[in-house]
C-alpha cells in the first residue's frame, strides 16, 4: 500500500489544479474504462490463483491507474500552474562620452584616476545588483569600452528617453549619470526626467567658474539660397569678462571678399547680433569663414571661429497646394514647406481654382476623388509631377492598385522599407517612423505596378505588410507619389511632442518635394548623393542602373572613388538591394569629397562625378562652463542626489542602503496542456514497469 500512496498523493494535487473543458462524466467514463481493464485482468482470473492476494490488489491498482491516465490524456485537459520570477535590481551607469568632459584642466584626472574610481563603483555594486553601462554623447549606446570622450554633442534627453523606452520592462534601481551637465542637443532634460520610476544619482564633474572668453555662440543662416538673391547671416557673439574691449567680427566668403563689423563689449557678460548679407552669385555649395577677435589671455581660443556652407540653387520651385476640403493634412504641409524657406507655394481649394499649371514645378493634392480627373490629366499633358495625399477612394491611383471594399478601413501603423532605393532618409527619421500614430487606410489588396517603389508599409497589429502609405512611380518621366492614409497632421503632432520640434516630420515632407521636383535624369546611370551632412552623421549615397528599355536592374557592379581635399583616394563597391545600390561611408572627417562612381552598362563604361561637403560640429567647442545646477536639478525632481568626483564611495554607500531599491518578484498563471507534460509519460512507464515486473515475478501471465 505504501506504493499506492506515494502514487496517490501526488495524483491528488495534480487533481486540483486541473482544468476540465469536457463535461464531468467524462472523467468518470476514463476511471470507468481503467477499473474495467483491471477487473478483465485480475479478477477471477484462474491464472492468477496462486498469486499472493496483497500483490494481486497492487497489480490491479497499477493497471487500473495507468490505463485511467491513459484515457485521461485523450481528453481536453489543462494544468493551471503559478511561475514566481524574481528579478534582481538593475543599476544603470550612464557616461557622458562627449569633449567637454576634457574641456577643463581636471582633463588628466577624469581620463585615468576618475574612470578607475568609478570601476571600483561598479564592481561593489555588481556584488548586489546586475549593474548595466552605456555612454551617451549625440546619441546613446551600450558601452563596450570605456569612454573615450569624443563624442561631437551632448544629448542628454535622449539618453533619458532611450533609458525609459529601453528598460521600462525593467526593474530598474537607480540611475547614476556622469556629466559635467553642458548639453548642445536636444531639449532641456529637466522635461522629460520626472518620466522616470527611479532615483537619479548624478555625479558632477568639470569647473562652474566663468573664465575670460570671446565665443561665436551661433550663426544663424539659410541651409539654401536662390541664385541672384540676397541672403542674410546672423552671427551671435558672447564676449564673458571682457567689459570695454573692442570685437572686431569678420566673415570671409568664397569669393575671397572679407566683410567686417566693430563692436564694443559694455558688460561682462556681453551677447550681441550681427546680421551679414550676401549676394548668392554662383550656384553649387559655398564656403564662408567667421572670425571674432583672439584676446592673448583667452582660455578657450576654439569658439573664436566657425565655418558654414550654404548651397545656391539655380532656381526656386513652385508648388501648388490643392484640396478637395479644409483638412488638418493640408496645414501641415503648408507649414512644412513654408518651414524650409526653398519653395514658393501657392494653396487653394481645388474647386476654386482656375489658372494654368504650367507655372507649378509640383502639384499636391489632398482628398483625390473622380471630380479631380481633368486635373490629373493637365498634370500629366504638362509633365508635371503630382503628389496625391489622403485620397477619398482607392480606384484610379498611380502607382498601385487596390482591390477595396468601401466603407471598410484599416488602423495601420508606420513601417519604413528598407529596399527603397530613391533616396535616403535620416536614422533618426527611420527610428520615429515606427512610433507614429496609426492611419487610416483602405481595407484591401494592394499590389504595386511595375517600377513602383514604397517609402513607408502598412503594418496591421503586429504584421509587416507590403502594402504601401507612401509610394513613389515614374511612367514616361513623369514622377507621382501616393500618400494613402488619414492623420498626417498627428504626425507632425507626434513629433513636436517627442521633440518640442517638427523637424523630423519636416524632413519627411522636405524629402518628399525633393525627389518630386528634381528634374529627371534619363541617363542609364543616376547617382543620388547628399551634398551637406554633419561629421556625426553617417553618408550614404544610393545609385540606380538601367538597361536600354529604362528597367532598373542590378547585375553589374558599381564602383566608386572618394578624393579628400589632400587628393587621398579611397575605393569602395556599392551594395546591391533588389532593384538598386546602396552605399555607406561612415563618419567622414570635415572637408570638402569629389566622387567619381562608374558602371559598365550596354557594353558601355557610364562615369557620374559630384561632391559633397562634411561639416565640422563645433558645439562641444563652443561652452565649457559645467552646468551643475542642472544635474542638481535633475537628481532633485527624480528623488536622486547629487555627488561630485570625490564623494564617489559616499554615492555607492547611498544606493546600497537604499531600502527601496530592492528585488521584485512576477508571479505569472500558466496554463498547459496535460498531454504536454512530459514527468507524466514516466509516470505511467513507472507505473507499468513496476506492474510487468510483478506480473513476471508472481503471476503467469
Not at 478637395?324 to 512644412?336: G, L, S, T
Not at 509610394?471 to 498626417?488: A, M
Not at 563604361?605 to 551643475?628: R, Y
Request: hydrophobic letters at 40%; one cysteine or more.
Amino acid at each position: 500500500m505504501c506504493v499506492a500512496e506515494c502514487l496517490l498523493n501526488p495524483l491528488i494535487q495534480l487533481f486540483s489544479k486541473l482544468i476540465f473543458n469536457s463535461p464531468w462524466y467524462y472523467g468518470v467514463i476514463c476511471f470507468a474504462c481503467g477499473l474495467i481493464f483491471a477487473l478483465f485482468l485480475y479478477y477471477h482470473n484462474k491464472k492468477n490463483k496462486d498469486v499472493p492476494k496483497r500483490v494481486l490488489y497492487i497489480m490491479s491498482f497499477l493497471r487500473f491507474a495507468s490505463a485511467s491516465l491513459i484515457v485521461f490524456l485523450l481528453l481536453n485537459i489543462f494544468l493551471k500552474q503559478l511561475k514566481n520570477e524574481t528579478q534582481n535590481p538593475v543599476i544603470l551607469l550612464a557616461v557622458d562620452n562627449s569633449r567637454s568632459m576634457l574641456a577643463n584642466s581636471d582633463s588628466a584626472f577624469i581620463k585615468q584616476e576618475f574612470l578607475k574610481n568609478i570601476g571600483s563603483v561598479r564592481t561593489a555594486l555588481e556584488k548586489k545588483f546586475s549593474v548595466k553601462t552605456v555612454l551617451f554623447g549625440s546619441k546613446t549606446k551600450a558601452a563596450e569600452a570605456d569612454p573615450e570622450f569624443n563624442e561631437k554633442e551632448t544629448d542628454i534627453d535622449n539618453m533619458i528617453s532611450d533609458v525609459e523606452n529601453n528598460y521600462s520592462n525593467q526593474n530598474i534601481g537607480a540611475l547614476i549619470l556622469v556629466s559635467d551637465g553642458i548639453y548642445n542637443k536636444g531639449s532641456n532634460p529637466l522635461y522629460n526626467v520626472e518620466k522616470l520610476q527611479f532615483p537619479v544619482y548624478t555625479v558632477a564633474t568639470g569647473d562652474t567658474n566663468e573664465v575670460k572668453d570671446i565665443a561665436i555662440r551661433k550663426i544663424n543662416h539659410n541651409q539654401f539660397a536662390y541664385s541672384g538673391n540676397i541672403f542674410p547671416v546672423e552671427i551671435v557673439i558672447n564676449a564673458k569678462k571682457y567689459s570695454g574691449k573692442e570685437l572686431t567680427v569678420s566673415i570671409n566668403d568664397p569669393f575671397g571678399k572679407k566683410f567686417t563689423q566693430q563692436l564694443k563689449a559694455t558688460s561682462d557678460n556681453f551677447l550681441s547680433t550681427l546680421t551679414f548679407t550676401f549676394n548668392a552669385e554662383a550656384s553649387g555649395v559655398q564656403h564662408f569663414h567667421t572670425q571674432v577677435t583672439l584676446m592673448e589671455d583667452e582660455s578657450n581660443v576654439a569658439n573664436n571661429s566657425q565655418s558654414f556652407v550654404i548651397e545656391v540653387i539655380d532656381n526656386r520651385s513652385k508648388i501648388l497646394l490643392l484640396a478637395n476640403y479644409p483638412h488638418p493634412d493640408v496645414a501641415a504641409i503648408k507649414e512644412a514647406l513654408l518651414s524650409s524657406g526653398n519653395y514658393e507655394t501657392e494653396y487653394a481649394l481645388s474647386a476654386d481654382f482656375q489658372k494654368p499649371l504650367k507655372a507649378y514645378s509640383l502639384v499636391i493634392l489632398h482628398g483625390y476623388s473622380p471630380q479631380n480627373t481633368q486635373l490629373i490629366s493637365d498634370c500629366r499633358n504638362n509633365n508635371i509631377p503630382l503628389w496625391l495625399v489622403n485620397p477619398s477612394v482607392p480606384e484610379n491611383l498611380p502607382g498601385v492598385k487596390i482591390a477595396s471594399s468601401f466603407n471598410k478601413q484599416n488602423e495601420a501603423e508606420a513601417v519604413v522599407n528598407n529596399s527603397f532605393g530613391l533616396f535616403n532618409i535620416s536614422d533618426d527619421l527611420k527610428k520615429f517612423v515606427k512610433e507614429l500614430p496609426a492611419l487610416k487606410t483602405f481595407f484591401g489588396n494592394y499590389s504595386l505596378n511595375n517600377g513602383s517603389n514604397s517609402l513607408i508599409n502598412q503594418k496591421i497589429g503586429m504584421v509587416e505588410t507590403e502594402s504601401p502609405v507612401l509610394l513613389f512611380s515614374e511612367t514616361n518621366g513623369l514622377k507621382t507619389s501616393v500618400f494613402i492614409g488619414d492623420g498626417l497632421w498627428r504626425w507632425k503632432l507626434r513629433d513636436f511632442s517627442e521633440h518640442k520640434n517638427c523637424n523630423l516630420f519636416n524632413e519627411l515632407i522636405g524629402k518628399v518635394i525633393q525627389y518630386l521636383t528634381v528634374k529627371g535624369d534619363k541617363s542609364f546611370f543616376r547617382i543620388t548623393s547628399p551634398k551637406i551632412v554633419n561629421e556625426n552623421e553617417m553618408v550614404e549615397l544610393s545609385a540606380e542602373v538601367y538597361n536600354k528599355t529604362y528597367e532598373l536592374i542590378t547585375e553589374p557592379d558599381v564602383t566608386l572613388i572618394l578624393i579628400n581635399e589632400k587628393n587621398k583616394q579611397f575605393n569602395y563597391t556599392f551594395s546591391k538591394t533588389s532593384n538598386a545600390y546602396k552605399l555607406n561611408l561612415g563618419f567622414l572627417p570635415p572637408g570638402e569629397y569629389k566622387y567619381e562612381a562608374k558602371v559598365k552598362v550596354n557594353n558601355e563604361l557610364i562615369v557620374k562625378k559630384g561632391s559633397l561637403h562634411v561639416k565640422e560640429v563645433v558645439a562641444e567647442k563652443l561652452n565649457t562652463v559645467a552646468n551643475h545646477q542642472l544635474l542638481f536639478q535633475l537628481s532633485a525632481r527624480s528623488g536622486g542626489k547629487l555627488f561630485y568626483p570625490k564623494d564617489l564611495q559616499k554615492l555607492q554607500d547611498d544606493i546600497l542602503k537604499n531600502q527601496f531599491i530592492k528585488p521584485i518578484t512576477y508571479s505569472t498563471n500558466l496554463t498547459t496542456s496535460i498531454i504536454d507534460l512530459k514527468w507524466l509519460f514516466f509516470v505511467i512507464l513507472i507505473i507499468l514497469s513496476v506492474e510487468w515486473f510483478l506480473r513476471k515475478r508472481f503471476s503467469t501471465i
